[in-house]
């Protein structure tokens, strides 16, 4: 009888674990969420809103390392301005750099391949936040926001969230046609873990930016009249003069008229240049936005809140060497990496800085030429990006400009735009035979920028002395390593010539010409393999 | 009830329904064992009552006393080189018996999945390895007591820290970014292979003198009963049981010391000094010291090692038993570093109802206590300054020298390598584990249907690992570490608990049909198995409340200054990490003739791990054998004993070693340092995360075509093997088409990888007497690995997936997955020589001979796996005296010696930023700048890493009685990682992956034993 049971009661403890069990397959994070809780509330859109921002500053969910957004590439190189920077200042005569990290000398030798890890990292680190744009604006449709329930100015709120989530989407845009001339085109449309999306051409992408840009500016906050680091009307107008600057390599037609008319746009809305030049690359340059500021749209780092290894980090740590001394950087220690080569320091009359306060070179211990790219002395280096602030505390009885927060990262927001550069835009669009805009005023704004450099008039030019090499020239000395330097001299045919030289350009000392190709990067062989929709760049 | 209530309440009434149907009705029978040959007595010979677990051994005098039930009606004598006896007792009490040699081990009984097989019987490619093969010698993790004695599977150590565990493949491994280890199952019960926090692996935790036998599944037929996570083969452990008979007690302990064999080459400081003299500027110059330090003798040091372990088994009244314990203390090389483990367990083996129902119940649990040595140190005393003295007069850093700079605010250089003293003696990082595995296991013969059993076995695999890390602030290694430059030192915890409930069951039936020659073995089962892994970012206090040291309740902060200051915090409290598995099962054995045989299993296994449309896959395979020997033509061939011929195929699936919610679309919310500001408010982000809804199994086909052969009555006997395993849809992370997902690399099913090759074994007794025994055993293996597909399209100019980084290049990976490669084969730039044969630095050839150096020029050169890999074993066994030794090889396996390309340069020496560091001496060879960024991608760095290493010599005496009959005494001397003959240049061709980068050194190990039966 007891075996009877025994075997009895062993089936049916049997059968009812099998039973109870199989439905056990469906298990959940416990400390993901899902996107209906995220955008549950107006806070919630607020927090992805974040990061749709805060994909510029950061390199992933995890500061300063450690959650990488971009895979394949070290996360410390992945970040967005770091990256752009060194596409656009380490192929130029405006930047070399000392490390041997694989691929990064191809800059200078202008050799790099469609396998070249950066720029692999910048283009998929862009069209990431293409893709959090996507996924972004999908989330704050009509239709979402009613089944959320979400209405009133919470909606209203919400909308402009998906407006400047276009805005940055048409931003990625453009360093998109700039640098690779025809991505992969997607919009919210783009379903996630769909087909391969089709390639846009470069004219169509042009035509896609400047539609969707004109398309929102009616509805954006009036310049400054947004939060710190949210883009307003003056950012879109900003960046519509950038492009149409540049249209005609990019679509083989010229719009200088349109550049003037939308430079003017920000110079009018209230614009002022920040009084000291050398006020622009500090630790507390958030200074510089405000109503009557210089700053029309920044990226926003914080030493202790927002920290990577990108951004105005690295550009306050890697040029520092030498005998420079950290403190003198609000840093603990320099990387060793960052200099120029000597077509910079030749733009100015005097490098010390004594006249022109642009000049901020370092050159105890530098050796002006460069008989070895990868030796940091030579080169000179330079002091352009501070992680200190405008004011100064006592140490030791001796009065020195007060450090950022963090001695690792810097707290310098990056302006994406400034004031000096529409001057410039201007300036040049009407030298380029623009209309609308007047040769007079763009003197006027060309000797505003060089009575802020001088401190005076002294170094004012007449109108005779305006000229695009003028222009270009000015340029160098008045937004080196902003991440200007390759798009200007692909404009003015300077870049993969053999009529302009620096030293290392193509990998020889005295420089040489490369073929025409090279004015666009390669798609990355990566996403030519994962996209067959993509074609790549001739040459490559 | 949820499931794992249930799991509990089953467990606990089993245990106690075991403890009331105990009651006696044995009796006792004993005797005495003989060698028929010469009458000679015949000690350590098996004895077990036939039909049940358990047994005894005959003592040195040859005799053995065992308790039987009643049902018990014959005795099973066994012992290897004889042929196995069985002795019907009927009333007797007294049984003498007289044994005949046989080499043969065709009757050994090898565990398989959900049963056991006469190996005889095998239709598949199974290799058991029983506790008197086990490697000898100072042995602390399992794994390492079979390394070298089975073709197809090697275990390379991960290095010589204090239960450092190691790297398992067996047949090269399936998968590329799956898991590649295989699955191990400890009594019934498969484990988690992750480890625990605070322990070095997961096996370090099992007492290797537990361990009775290893039994390595390797073919899809010997697999496939374990589904989707068979792909890379079964390690099947079973520990040692209770034996029949009066308590019985085994005492062994062992001392053993560890030693340095070779330090790595590096300048010495005269030739250090030379050099900066000549190659450094003044400052440079100026910079050096005035001492002589050789850092790696500061930093490596004799360590000892004791392991003293007890145990006794017999059986009270009914009730057959094992206790053990063990305590292991174990000192690293590495000074400071230091691991003690006590560990114990309980077997119990009872039979019920006239032995039809047979329990046994396995609790091993195990205490892990370990003070970890800051590695960071091999690394720094390999580059340090010799001209630098340890300490300074100065207080500032512990007084320990470091490299500084005045102007930076921690005052220390940055970038600098630091005192590896410092390093060591600074940091106390210590961590106590604990884990327990257990089950109980019953199997019920049906009373009204003897030829059906039921199985139902209960496990259990829990967890806990916890410690602590304080540096001091003074510490150059975490000086003013916070952002703000104000607080240095850390003062961390940390706590991880794991659980891994197991619930099976199955049918098993048996019956043998002598009207039509056949018998029939069949099973069917279901497989419950939750693993789930807590991390907790604090300590618990007895309520179960997070606290910090002084009872406080502590933040769900983690890493802490050491007063306190908060650095860094993660976002959540805890995270839980968990996923099922859910099996149904099956397996026929049909036998026609005893010399034919099939073997089917099925298995459909559920994941959590995939979406409800691709959750299920299911893993058949088929088998069949033919016992030639068995056939008429060859029945009377004398000198041939044995001869079979085994086909096989299966295909098996893989998920382990993913994430376990890749299906799923879900955010992710961001820490406090990545933060983005708006206006003047900072905001927490949410991210998105990249996903892949099609997730779904990988499958591994494999294909085993075998031969077993025995010669003179098995004095020589052994296998060939030839496989074939294809992996597809494998689980690899590959490149999304930009801008459909939010991340641009996923895990999903695209790929195709190949294994094929060849094992052979050869064992053979070359001389077998009466005083001299000779044992010999020989194993060799050729694999080899091909990916054959990776990406959906095919672009030329796609190389593959780049892997391996190294040191020395942020970012820089030097090996590649491609198509019609290896994996991981070296991704290098061709390095041009000149005359003399000295590489000339940044000279490459142009491949692609297109004008430039550029990554179109890098090729595939050589790959990290062997091609051929070898053991040799012999064992000699003279009166009293026993000799042995272990020999492994390896062959066409490369490494990349990346402490030569990165310390090896100029640049290292004398370093631009502003402090002096050594190097390796193959810097004289080169004399490369280290200027450029492509010298790290040479070849000439790439180097034939194939070697021959003595894994260990012993040598024994067995002095027998030592204090009444059944006492038994025995020593032994033994030497570990004797020597290594390679070509490497580095200091060990053996670090799994190729790229040999401050591998903690193996230490040579010499070991003394003392083992006693009483």
Known sequence: MKKIILTTSLFIVLAAVIQSCTKDLNLKPTNDTTSDNVYATPAGYKQVLGKVYGAFALTGNQGPAGNGDVQGIDEGFSDFFRLFWKAQELSTDEAVISWGDVGIQDFHNMNWTSNNSFLTGLYYRSLYQITLCNDFIRECSDAKLGERGISGADAENIKQYAREARFLRAFQYWVLIDLYGNPPFVTENTVIGGPPPPRGTRSEVFNYIETELKAIEPSMPAAHANEYGRADKAACWALLARLYLNAKVYTGTDKYTDAITYSKKVIDAGFTLTSNYRWLMLADNDKNWGPTGEFIFTINYDGLKTTGYGGTTFLTHAPVGGSMPASTFGISGGWSGTRVTKNLPGVFTDITGATDKRAQFYTAGQNLEISNVTVFTDGLAVTKYKNVRRDSIIVNNVKVPAPGQSQDFSDIDMPLFRLAEMYLIYAEAVLRGGTGGSTTTALDYVNLLRTRAYTNASGNISSSELTLDFILDERARELYWEGFRRTDLIRYNKFVEGTYLWPWKGGVASGTGVPAYRTLYPIPSRDINANLNLIQNQGY | ?1014
């Open chain 2, 1 to 1014: 009830m949820s499931c794992k209530n249930l799991l509990k309440a089953v467990v606990l009434s089993a245990l106690l329904s075991i403890t009331q149907l105990l009651h006696a009705q044995d009796r006792v029978i004993s005797g005495k064992v003989t060698d028929s040959k010469d009458g000679s007595v015949l000690a350590g010979v098996n004895v077990i009552p036939k039909g049940i677990k358990g047994g005894t051994q005959t003592a040195a005098d040859g005799s053995f006393r065992i308790t039987v039930g009643p049902s018990v009606t014959t005795l099973v004598f066994s012992s290897v080189g004889f042929n196995v006896q069985e002795v019907i007792i009927g009333q007797r009490t007294n049984v003498d018996v007289a044994m005949s040699t046989n080499a043969s081990s065709l009757n050994e009984v090898v565990v398989i999945g959900y049963g056991t097989r006469m190996k005889k019987d095998l239709t598949g490619s199974v290799t058991a390895i029983t506790s008197k093969d086990f490697n000898k010698g100072a042995i602390t993790t399992p794994e390492q007591l079979i390394a070298g004695k089975v073709a197809g599977v090697q275990v390379v150590s991960n290095g010589g820290a204090p239960g450092s565990g190691s790297t398992i493949r067996i047949r090269g491994g399936a998968s590329l970014n799956a898991s590649n280890s295989p699955l191990i199952v400890i009594d019934g019960v498969s484990v988690d292979n992750g480890g625990i926090a605070g322990t070095a692996n997961a096996l370090a935790m099992i007492n290797p003198n537990d361990i009775e036998s290893f039994n390595i599944l390797k073919d899809a037929s010997a697999t496939a009963i374990y589904g989707s996570r068979a792909s890379n083969g079964v390690i099947i452990i079973t520990t040692k049981k209770g034996s029949s008979g009066k308590m019985r007690f085994n005492f062994s302990t062992l001392y053993s010391l560890s030693t340095l064999p070779k330090e790595a080459d590096v300048l010495t400081p005269a030739e250090f000094r030379a050099y900066v003299n000549a190659h450094g500027t003044p400052a440079q110059i100026a910079i050096m010291g005035n001492a002589n330090t050789n850092w790696q003798d500061e930093v490596y040091g004799n360590a000892s090692t004791t392991d003293n372990n007890l145990s006794m088994s017999g059986t009270y009244k009914k009730l057959p038993y094992r206790v053990s314990i063990g305590y292991l203390n174990q000192d690293g090389i590495l000074t400071t570093g230091n691991l003690q483990r006590t560990s114990g367990s309980i077997t119990l083996n009872p039979k019920l109802f006239d032995d039809h129902l047979k329990i046994d119940v396995n609790l091993k649990g195990s205490i892990t206590k370990s003070r970890f040595a800051d590695e960071g140190a091999i690394g720094t005393a390999v580059r340090f300054d010799p001209t630098q003295s340890v300490m300074t007069k100065s207080n500032r850093f512990g007084g320990y020298f470091e490299w500084l700079d005045p102007s930076s605010t921690t005052g220390l250089r940055k970038l600098a390598p630091l005192n590896p003293v410092g390093l060591l003696e600074q940091r106390t990082d210590k961590s106590k584990s604990q884990r327990s595995i257990g089950n109980i296991q019953f199997d019920y013969k049906l009373h009204f249907f003897p030829d059906l059993h039921v199985n139902l076995n209960l496990g259990y695999d829990v967890s806990k690992g916890q410690g602590t890390v304080f540096v001091p602030d003074s510490a150059a290694s975490s000086y003013k570490r916070s952002p703000d430059a104000k607080h240095g030192g850390v003062n961390n915890r940390y706590l991880q608990k794991k659980s891994n409930s197991l619930l099976e069951t199955y049918l098993n039936y048996t019956k043998d049909i002598k009207s039509i020659s056949s018998k029939i073995d069949a099973i069917a089962g279901y497989s419950y198995q939750d693993f789930s892994t807590t991390n907790y970012f604090g300590e618990l206090n007895p309520n179960g409340v997070l606290t910090d040291a002084s009872g406080a309740k502590w933040n769900p902060y983690s890493d802490y200054a050491t007063d306190g200051y908060l650095i860094s915090s993660p976002t959540f409290r805890t995270d839980k990490q968990q996923n099922r598995l859910i099996s149904f099962f099956g397996r026929l054995n049909y036998t026609f003739k005893g010399k034919y045989l099939l073997t089917g299993t099925i298995r459909r296994d559920g994941s959590s791990r995939f979406s409800e449309e691709h959750r299920w896959g299911w893993f058949p395979s088929g088998a069949f054998a033919w016992r030639m020997k068995e056939e008429n033509f060859l029945k009377n061939v004398n000198v041939l004993s044995d001869l079979k011929l085994r086909i096989g195929y299966g295909v098996t699936g893989q998920q382990d070693g993913i994430a376990n919610y890749g299906y799923i679309p879900r955010y992710t919310q961001a820490n406090a340092q990545a933060q983005y500001q708006f206006g003047n408010n900072f905001y927490t982000l949410y991210r998105p995360e990249g996903y892949n809804p099609n997730l779904k199994w990988e499958q591994t086909a494999t294909t085993n075509i075998g031969l077993d052969y025995g010669f003179l009555n098995g004095r020589i006997s052994g296998s060939v093997d030839f496989y074939v395993k294809k992996t597809t849809d494998l689980l690899s992370v590959i490149d999304q088409p930009a801008g459909t997902n939010f991340s641009n690399k996923i895990l999903a099913n695209i790929g195709n990888m190949e294994n094929r090759g060849v094992e052979f074994t050869l064992n053979m007794q070359p001389v077998k007497s009466k005083d001299l025994l000779w044992d010999f055993g020989f194993n060799i293996t050729y694999n080899k690995n091909e990916i054959t597909k990776l990406t959906f399209a095919n672009d030329p100019k796609f190389p593959g997936n780049l892997v391996g980084g190294i040191a020395g290049g942020v970012g820089s990976t030097v090996q590649i997955h491609s198509v019609g490669f290896p994996k991981s084969s070296f991704y290098v730039y061709q390095q041009v020589y000149d005359e003399s044969g000295k590489p000339i630095e940044n000279l490459f050839e142009d491949r692609n001979r297109d004008g430039q150096i550029n990554v179109d020029d890098l090729y595939r050169y050589k790959a990290p796996d062997p091609d051929v890999f070898m053991g040799v074993n012999s064992n000699v066994k003279w009166k009293k005296w026993t000799a042995g030794f272990s020999l492994r090889g390896s062959f066409g396996n490369y490494m990349y010696n990346n402490r030569f390309s990165n310390t090896g340069v100029q640049r290292n020496i004398i370093d631009p930023l502003g402090f002096l560091a050594n190097g390796s001496r193959n810097l004289l060879e080169t004399n490369f700048t280290g200027n450029g960024d492509k010298y790290l991608l040479s070849d000439y760095y790439v180097e034939n890493a194939s070697f021959v290493r003595m894994d260990y010599i012993n040598v024994g005496y067995n002095f027998g009685a030592f204090a009444g009959k059944s006492t038994n005494l025995r020593i032994g001397a033994n030497v570990q990682n004797v020597f290594i003959v390679t070509k490497y240049k580095g200091l060990d061709p053996e670090v799994f992956g190729g790229i040999d980068n401050n591998f903690y050194p193996r230490p040579r190990i010499f070991a003394l034993n003392v083992n006693l039966d009483f």
